[in-house]
C-alpha cells in the first residue's frame, strides 16, 4: 500500500486529502463534518444527514435527486453518521465513474463534488426553515431505527454495556441519539443547527481515485468555496475513565432464545499510545480470530458459547468480549472467557499463536489498499486521534512486537463491566 494522503488546507478551513492511485476505476469522494458527542445535539446530528439527502435547492425532491444521480452514470450517494470515540461524524459521500473509462469526457469528479456541495450546503427550504414534511417523515424514520435496536439482540447487548460502562459520558451515547430527542426536533431548530455545523465545525474532504492532486485541489476550490468560520481542527482527548473496584454486573431478562454476554475491559490504550500495536497483537491472540484463545478454548474445548470474540475501540481505549451462551451458563463462561486473558497476561502463548495473530493483522491491514472507504475510515480515525501513522508504518511495528510486548499490555487490561441478557426464565435476573 503504498499511496497515501497528501493534505492541503483551503482559504476557508477545509482540509482536502487525496490519494492519487489507479487501482481503482471510480473515484471515491467523502466529506467529513467533525462534531463532539453531546447529549444535547446527538439526536440533531442523527437525523441531519437524513433530512439533507432528500432535496436539494435544485433538486427539491427526493426522486429528483436521485435521477440526477442515475444520470451521472449511477453516481452512488451516501449520508451517515458516525460515531469515533467521542466525536459525531456527519459522513457525506459519493462515487463516480473515472472519465478516463468514458467515452466522452464529463466531468464526473467536478459534477461529483457539485453534488456532495447541494446535499451538504444548500438544501431545499421553506421560510429559510428545512421542509416540514421531510422533518417530520425522518423523525418517524429515526425513532423506527433506534427502536429497532433491540431486534439484534447481540448489538442490543452491546449497546446496553456501553451505556452502563459509560454512565454519564459522552461515550455512552449511540450514534442515532435518543428517542426522547425527536418530538423536540423542528424545521426551524434543525436548520440552525445544520449551519452551524457546516460553516463553523471542522470539515476534511477525501479523494481516492485516479486523479492529479493540482486538478482536486482546484475543482474543490471552486465548487467548495463558500466562506466559513471554522473552529481549528484539534486532536480529540479523550474523557478520563474510572474502572470501579469491583466489576459492574448487570442482568437483564427478555424473551430470547440464547443468552448473550457482554463484558468491557478499559485498555487505557487508544491508536495514539506507543502500545496500540502490542493491543492489537494482544486482542488477537486473546479473542479477535478463529485461533484465539476464546474461541478455541470456550467455543471449541468447553462448547460454553455459539459464539465468542472479542474486538477494541482504538478510538477509546475500550474492548469487549461478546459471547452467546446458554441462559444458565453467564458464571462459568465469564470465569473461562477471564482465564484466557490470565493466559495472556502470564505469558501462556505459543509461537504458533503468536506468529498466526501477526499474520492475520498483517492481512487486514493490506486488505484495505481494496477498499476507498477503509482507507479514508484509516485517515479519519488517524485525524481525530492526532497519528501521523499510515498503514505500512504501522505494519512494520506490528511486525517487530514480542512477546514480552504482548504480556505488558495484557497486564493493562481491567474488567470493568458485565452485561447479561437473559430469558425470562426463573432464574432471571440472579
Given amino acids: 500500500m503504498d499511496e497515501w494522503f497528501t493534505t492541503d488546507e483551503l482559504p476557508n478551513g477545509i482540509d482536502l486529502h487525496v490519494m492519487q492511485t489507479s487501482k481503482f476505476k471510480s473515484t471515491a469522494i467523502t466529506a467529513v463534518i467533525y462534531s463532539d458527542l453531546a447529549e444535547d445535539t446527538v439526536t440533531l446530528n442523527a437525523i441531519l444527514p437524513e433530512v439533507l439527502t432528500r432535496g436539494t435547492r435544485r433538486w427539491p425532491r427526493t426522486a429528483e435527486l436521485m435521477q440526477n444521480l442515475d444520470s451521472l452514470y449511477g453516481t452512488g450517494l ?13 459522513i457525506f459521500s459519493v462515487d463516480v465513474a473515472n472519465d478516463a473509462y468514458l467515452s466522452a469526457n464529463e466531468d464526473l469528479l467536478g459534477q461529483g463534488l457539485a453534488v456532495l456541495r447541494d446535499v451538504m450546503f444548500d438544501p431545499v427550504l421553506e421560510g429559510g426553515a428545512f421542509r416540514k414534511d421531510y422533518v417530520e417523515q425522518e423523525k418517524l424514520n429515526l425513532r423506527r431505527r433506534i427502536e429497532s435496536i433491540i431486534d439484534n439482540k447481540l448489538g442490543y447487548a452491546f ?13 455512552s451515547l449511540h450514534r442515532l441519539g435518543r428517542v426522547g430527542d425527536i418530538p423536540r426536533i423542528d424545521p426551524e431548530g434543525l436548520r440552525s443547527w445544520h449551519a452551524q455545523a457546516v460553516l463553523q465545525f ?8 485516479d486523479v492529479a492532486r493540482e486538478h482536486v485541489l ?4 471552486e465548487v467548495f468555496g463558500m466562506e466559513r468560520a471554522p ?20 442482568v437483564e431478562a427478555m424473551d430470547v432464545n440464547q443468552g448473550n454476554l457482554v463484558m468491557g475491559y478499559s485498555t487505557g490504550i487508544t491508536c495514539a499510545d506507543p502500545d496500540y500495536p502490542a493491543l492489537l497483537m494482544a486482542n488477537g491472540i486473546y479473542g479477535a480470530y478463529t485461533h484465539s484463545k476464546l474461541f478455541q478454548n470456550v467455543r471449541e474445548g468447553e462448547s460454553l458459547a455459539y459464539s465468542v470474540y472479542s474486538g477494541i475501540d482504538r478510538n477509546k481505549g475500550v474492548m469487549n468480549v461478546w459471547a452467546g451462551i446458554a441462559p444458565d451458563a453467564m458464571d462459568r463462561a465469564v470465569e473461562i472467557i477471564e482465564a484466557q486473558l490470565d493466559d495472556v497476561g502470564s505469558g501462556r502463548i505459543s509461537d504458533d499463536e503468536i506468529e498466526k495473530t501477526r499474520r ?17 475510515d484509516y485517515a479519519i480515525v488517524s485525524r481525530i486521534n492526532g497519528v501521523q501513522e499510515t498503514p505500512d508504518e504501522l505494519l512494520r511495528r506490528i511486525e517487530a512486537i514480542s512477546l514480552d510486548d504482548v504480556v505488558r499490555v495484557a497486564g493493562r487490561l481491567k474488567l470493568d463491566t ?9 432464574n432471571a435476573g440472579a
Fill in 360 to 376: 492475520a493483522i498483517a492481512r487486514d491491514i493490506r486488505m484495505m489498499g481494496d477498499s476507498p472507504s477503509a482507507q479514508i
Fill in 231 to 250: 473552529v481549528p481542527f484539534k486532536a480529540h482527548v479523550e474523557a478520563e475513565h474510572r474502572v470501579p473496584a469491583q466489576p459492574r454486573r448487570i
Fill in 159 to 171: 449497546k446496553r454495556c456501553n451505556e452502563e460502562m459509560f454512565r454519564g459520558e459522552p461515550y
Fill in 202 to 209: 471542522p470539515l476534511d474532504i477525501f479523494v481516492v481515485g
Fill in 418 to 426: 458485565i452485561y447479561f441478557l437473559r430469558d425470562e426464565g426463573d
Fill in 218 to 221: 482546484e475543482l474543490v476550490g
Fill in 78 to 90: 451516501s449520508a451517515i453518521v458516525g460515531k469515533r470515540g467521542e466525536r459525531h461524524l456527519l
